[in-house]
Structure formats: structure tokens, C-alpha cells
């Protein structure tokens, strides 16, 4: 058995890590000599007159995963001084090839300076997508900004719940 000292390093720092060396094992040589008789198989054995096989892989499916807020994205969060609402641009993609789904989303315009964890409002809404589409909406929240301050926010998916139809 040998030993090797591997030294890695990264950010200035060093570190040593010891790592041991095992021998490959030897596999003893077949012993059994090659008959008179021929064994081969040919193409045919296999159900193809190509010598290919018949064999053919279906399909899998991915997993469902409830969790769809990698099919929603968000554009042009913004404050409506006419409406007096928050608004954004909401795109919900469905990429399944065969499975209608639906979403029930919400939607937070949060702080963001300070970006504290508050939220001004939140807009929640259920939209169904059928298979390989995309459906537009804009959502939106009723906010009077009473403040002499600028209005700094932010939008995020806070939930996209996702189902089969």
C-alpha cells in the first residue's frame, strides 16, 4: 500500500489531506481453453437481420413536482400613480407536452430600501395552462402611497402551487 500527500489550495489558504493508495486486485486468467465447437451467436440470436437489436428504450417521464415557480417570471414591477396600484407583467409557462396545470400564485411587492422583509401588498390569483402554452396576466394590488418619500420595492413569486387539471 502507498501513501500520497495531496495539497490543495484556494483563497490563499492551504490544507494537507492524506490519502491512501490501494493496489488494483488481480483477476485470475480464465483457466477454460477455446472448443472445436463454435459458440459465437450471430446477428440473428439477437431478432434483427442487421445484427442490431430489437430493443427500444421508452420514454420516462420527469417526476411531477408540485413547486412551480420555475414556470413563472415576472416583469415590470411598477406603481401606478393614475390606478394608485402596484403592478406587474406575469408570464406562467407550462413546458409538460401533455398535462393541462393549474397555478395558484402569489405575488409580493416587497421593501427594498430598506429591504427589511415587509411586504407593501400581495396578489394572489389561480390560472390554468394547457400543455406546451403560456398565458400573460398582469396582477396588481391597490396602494395609496401616502409618503413624501420615494416608493422602493420590489416584486417576487412568493407561491406558484402547481396541480394537474
Known amino acids: 500500500m502507498s501513501t500520497a500527500l495531496l495539497t490543495m ?33 450471430s446477428g440473428d440470436d439477437y431478432g434483427d437481420e442487421d445484427g442490431g437489436s430489437d430493443y427500444t428504450e421508452e420514454p420516462t417521464e420527469e417526476p411531477f413536482d408540485p413547486d412551480g415557480r420555475d414556470d413563472v417570471t415576472v416583469n415590470d414591477c411598477r406603481y401606478d400613480n393614475g390606478t394608485k396600484e402596484l403592478k406587474a407583467d406575469v408570464s406562467v409557462t407550462n413546458t409538460a407536452s401533455e398535462s393541462t396545470y393549474s397555478y395558484r400564485i402569489a405575488i409580493n411587492w416587497m421593501h427594498a430600501k430598506p429591504a427589511d422583509g415587509k411586504a407593501y401588498g400581495l396578489h394572489q390569483s389561480t390560472v390554468v395552462v394547457g400543455p406546451g402554452d403560456t398565458k400573460d396576466y398582469t396582477a396588481s394590488y391597490h396602494f395609496t402611497n401616502t409618503s413624501t418619500k420615494e416608493l422602493w420595492y420590489t416584486c417576487q413569486v412568493s407561491r406558484a402551487e402547481k396541480s394537474e387539471e
Do not use: F
Open 9 to 41: 489550495t484556494g483563497c490563499g489558504a492551504v490544507s494537507s489531506v492524506e490519502a491512501k493508495l490501494h493496489p488494483t486486485p488481480r483477476l485470475p486468467a480464465p483457466s477454460a481453453s477455446p472448443t472445436d465447437e463454435d459458440t459465437s451467436l
